[in-house]
């Protein structure tokens, strides 16, 4: 398995007001993503001029706003069952959100800090 990328993860009831302060400092929305558990959430990568990157994803499900690792990687069943044999636990079940373009999910550390692994699936 291969880290591809890695960045903060922002996940909100109110992904707007979050773009927002994030455009005041600089970064710009970059892709939107909108086929995620069947349209009901939208993710956003936003990047500032000096390379630094920030996803925030859209949830109507959460409690609160939780900020997470995004790591994308080449082989997503590989570096879920690599965190998943370190104690790391799906809080979903097996449950990972598929879309034409990726595979990913939220994982928790047993210590509680989460990560959210991804792989993206290329288009020929």
């Known amino acids: 398995m291969k880290i591809t990328g890695f960045c903060p ?5 109110d992904p707007e007001a979050v773009m927002k302060i994030f455009e005041d400092l600089g970064f710009e929305k ?10 009901d959430n939208t993710n956003y990568a936003m990047k500032d001029a000096n390379g630094n990157r920030i996803n925030i994803a859209s949830s109507e499900t ?23 044999a370190h104690g790391f636990v ?4 097996d449950k990972v959100t598929d879309t034409s373009s990726s595979r990913a999910t ?5 210590s509680g800090f989460p ?3 991804s792989e993206h699936i290329k288009k020929d």
Do not use: C, W
Not at 9 to 13: C, E, P, R, S, Y
Not at 90 to 93: A, E, I, K, L, V
């Open 9 to 13: 993860l922002i996940v909100t009831k």
């Open 90 to 93: 799906n809080p979903r079940g």
């Open 62 to 84: 959460i409690p609160q706003d939780i900020t997470s690792m995004s790591i994308n990687v080449d082989n997503f069943q590989e570096a879920y069952d690599f965190l998943i």
């Open 115 to 117: 990560v959210t692994i």
């Open 30 to 39: 970059k892709h939107t993503k909108t086929d995620i558990e069947g349209g």
């Open 106 to 110: 939220m994982l928790f550390a047993p």
